[in-house]
């Protein structure tokens, strides 16, 4: 007998009184412990309400929103920042219209966040009207590039370009500028701080740990002695010291044996230090995933006559890195919070600037479960996003189900 595939109706969604009836009211248990979580959550989310609106002083991040952003970058040069954001927020339009499972709700959320910037009024003279402009230009920009997304004039591959592009754009010419140019005069990086030197530290860190931890997780799986020794010597030392004393030795004790001339910058030298420290950790998530490949797809991957470089990046290695993204995206959600220790090695991050904004003023410093509070909301945002877009990542290769 054959049957159809309009013969098959799926089953009908529960209706929504049926599903709380069914998972939240299904006994007396149930429902005794749903109702206490109703009436918790009432009153913390009335009291957190009334505290945000009615009670907190918001002073310390309204008064000074561009430390938070770009730090001490010169006022008289924030056309530059401004550009990398209207850039970046194209691209990020772009990427959504290609990839939209995975950046739908971050770019909807950029889209609301950064109107709002340009519109909800702030009693501080540093937002200025052409500020304003660049923010909902922005906004509007992440749509245009949607758009664009998803026509046929880019895919997939042009878009990774054109990232490596602008990320070079940015990071090497438009942002540090070229010494001795009156058109981009250089901008030391004393000056750079808040958000700006957060998103880069992890940016920068992520795309750079990531390479580098595959090649030791496949170099401690090698079979020549060398390469094989030094991996597991680097993995195990690195893993074995804290980020603390990781960061001290690239910005302290390395610019030491350094002549002055030759200097690494110093958010240079941090860059490396967490590179280092991600590489490492990336490295044994990655190893997890290589030792859970069957032999068996090593032999058959033989038997069709592929060679081992074949073998390894085209059957064992993309099964390996399926079976460890929630390792590996957690590691990188790690990495972009441990971005805050740099404040140590006296890099005004995002955490380094919510300080000095504290010192500011002394009606700032009993302020400090605001800018925290701040802080912290800003790092959950990214985190989520992150986490988000890996279990629809998860999702789509169908981790955890064949």
Do not use: C, H
């Not at 754009?169 to 070229?178: F, K, N």
């Amino acid at each position: 007998m054959n049957t159809t595939s309009d013969s098959v109706t799926p089953p009908a969604p529960p209706r929504m009184l049926e599903w709380i009836q069914k998972n939240l009211f299904n006994g007396w248990l149930n429902s005794a412990l749903t109702l206490i979580a109703l009436v918790f959550l009432y009153f913390v989310v009335v009291s957190s309400a009334r505290w945000a609106f009615f009670t907190a002083d918001w002073r310390p991040v309204t008064t000074a929103p561009l430390l938070f952003l770009v730090g001490q970058y010169p006022r008289e040069q924030l056309w530059r920042p401004g550009l990398s954001m209207l850039l970046s927020t194209f691209m990020i339009g772009i990427s959504w219209g290609i990839w939209p499972r995975y950046l739908k709700a971050f770019s909807i959320f950029l889209v609301v966040l950064l109107a709002g910037m340009a519109i909800v009024p702030l009693e501080t003279p540093t937002i200025t009207l052409g500020i304003r402009a660049a923010f909902l230009a922005a906004s509007l920009l992440i749509y245009a590039g949607y758009l664009l997304g998803r026509s046929k004039f880019v895919n997939a591959r042009l878009a990774v370009m054109l990232w490596t592009v602008i990320a070079v754009l940015i990071s090497l010419v438009l942002l540090p500028g070229i010494p001795k140019s009156s058109a981009l005069p250089s901008v030391p990086t004393t000056a750079w701080g808040g958000l700006l030197i957060t998103l880069l530290l992890a940016i920068g860190g992520i795309l750079l740990s990531f390479p580098i931890g595959v090649l030791l997780a496949l170099g401690r799986r090698s079979s020549l002695p060398v390469v094989k020794v030094f991996s597991i010597l680097f993995i195990e030392v690195i893993r074995g010291v804290p980020l603390v004393t990781i960061l001290f030795m690239f910005s302290v004790i390395l610019a030491l044996f350094l002549p002055a001339e030759s200097r690494i910058d110093r958010i240079l030298r941090a860059l490396m230090g967490m590179v280092v420290f991600s590489a490492a950790y990336t490295a044994e998530n990655v190893r997890g995933g290589l030792q859970a490949i069957p032999p068996g797809q090593v032999e058959a991957a033989k038997a069709l006559g592929l060679n081992g470089f074949q073998t390894t990046t085209l059957i064992v290695l993309p099964q390996a890195l399926r079976l460890v993204i929630p390792a590996i995206v957690g590691q990188f959600i790690s990495l972009f919070k441990d971005t805050t220790l740099v404040v140590i090695v006296g890099i005004n991050d995002l955490l380094g600037v919510g300080n000095s904004v504290l010192k500011l003023s002394p009606e700032f410093f009993r302020l400090q479960m605001e800018v925290y509070l701040f802080i912290a909301a800003i790092f959950w945002v990214f985190s989520y996003f992150m986490s988000y877009a890996s279990l629809q990542l998860e999702k789509s290769l169908g981790v955890g189900e064949r």
